[in-house]
């Protein structure tokens, strides 16, 4: 089976990245309130308007990942699309609604979107508590619930799970690129600091990493797009896999670094907190594995 991208995936690859680069570049004001460019998304198509397959928008997930973007776009698309009738999913491709969905209690983006559909399947006004949270380009809450109107579509695990392990997989690689970069520019001792195998060898094992996560981010976004009945199994493991692989891709950058990968003011610590949350949010790596294992085994897991 060939996973590699269309060209016409490739294209949309480019355009995804040149637009994310120039509204969210590393040197932007991280202290600034963050714009998400929602009306911009809709007239792009990447809201559902383009009917993009799940595949393409695995692409659009990464892409936000390597950048960074600061909007709710990973779950109105990755987990709430498929809860929406046709009426809902109108008005999101129009980018006339903003949804967030709640996942084990938590909310992300509730203090910045108009809906949340709930533990129930549910639709609910985005009302509650913000939550500490260690990425603040992503806020968390706990949803205040009322009676909620029920909504025609259903949970899709393996589709948010899916989404989660591409956006991983863009953090991943713009930490190796940074370490990357670093290693090519800075010396010590008279040479580039890349040439030394305790910092190359860092590098190199990140890049089998992010090389994997990859690969089981895009089987599992393939499975998701073809309804394919290893769905949820390739989702489990892609995002086990891809959330550790891109804390350890943050955390030997940040080695390779040095001193200045500690510092406030370099954007490397942004990603390891992108990378924390994506590991945290939902199920857990071992939690994942725990269910992999028991789906191997015939034994049944909860919806």
């Known amino acids: 089976m060939d996973f590699a991208l269309t060209d016409e995936q490739r294209q949309l690859q480019r355009e995804v990245r040149g637009f994310l680069a120039a509204n969210y570049p590393l040197d932007r004001d991280w202290d600034a ?15 559902g308007g383009a009917e993009l ?44 609604v903003r949804w967030s969905a709640e996942d084990r209690g938590l ?13 129930d399947g549910n639709a609910q006004p985005a009302r509650g508590e913000l939550l500490p949270t260690v990425d603040p ?29 591409a ?8 930490a190796l690129e940074l370490g990357v970069e670093h290693a090519k520019t800075r010396e010590q001792f008279g040479k580039k600091i890349g040439v030394y195998q305790a910092v190359s060898h860092q590098l190199a094992d990140t890049y089998a990493d992010v090389e994997l996560a990859r690969s089981l981010a895009y ?11 290893q769905a949820r199994l ?4 892609a995002k086990a896999f891809a959330t550790e692989a891109a804390v350890r891709a943050c955390e030997r950058s940040i ?14 610590h942004r990603y390891y907190k992108r990378a924390l949350w994506l590991e945290g949010f939902g199920k857990r790596p071992a939690e994942l594995r725990a269910e992999i294992a028991d789906a191997l085994l015939g034994v049944a897991v909860p919806a």
């Not at 956006?167 to 713009?174: K, L, N, P, S, Y």
């Not at 390739?234 to 493991?237: E, G, I, L, R, S």
């Open 219 to 229: 089987w599992a976004a393939w499975c998701v797009a073809e309804e394919d009945e």
């Open 53 to 96: 397959s799940f595949v393409e928008e695995a692409i659009l997930f990464e892409e936000s990942g390597y950048a960074l973007y600061p909007g709710p776009f990973l779950v109105a698309v990755g987990f709430v699309l498929p809860f929406l009738g046709d009426a809902e999913r109108e008005a999101l491709a129009a980018g006339e």
């Open 255 to 268: 080695q390779v670094h040095g001193g200045i990968g500690f510092t406030w003011e370099h954007p490397l």
């Open 137 to 165: 380009t992503r806020p968390l809450g706990r949803l205040e619930r009322t009676n909620g109107i029920p909504l025609p579509g259903h949970r899709d695990v393996a589709r948010g799970r899916a989404a989660m392990a």
């Open 33 to 47: 309130p963050p714009d998400d460019r929602w009306q911009e998304l809709a007239e792009l198509g990447w809201l």
């Open 107 to 119: 909310v992300p983006w509730l203090d910045s979107v108009d809906m949340v559909v709930d533990m």
């Open 234 to 237: 390739a989702a489990a493991a």
């Open 167 to 174: 956006e991983a997989v863009g953090v991943a690689q713009r």
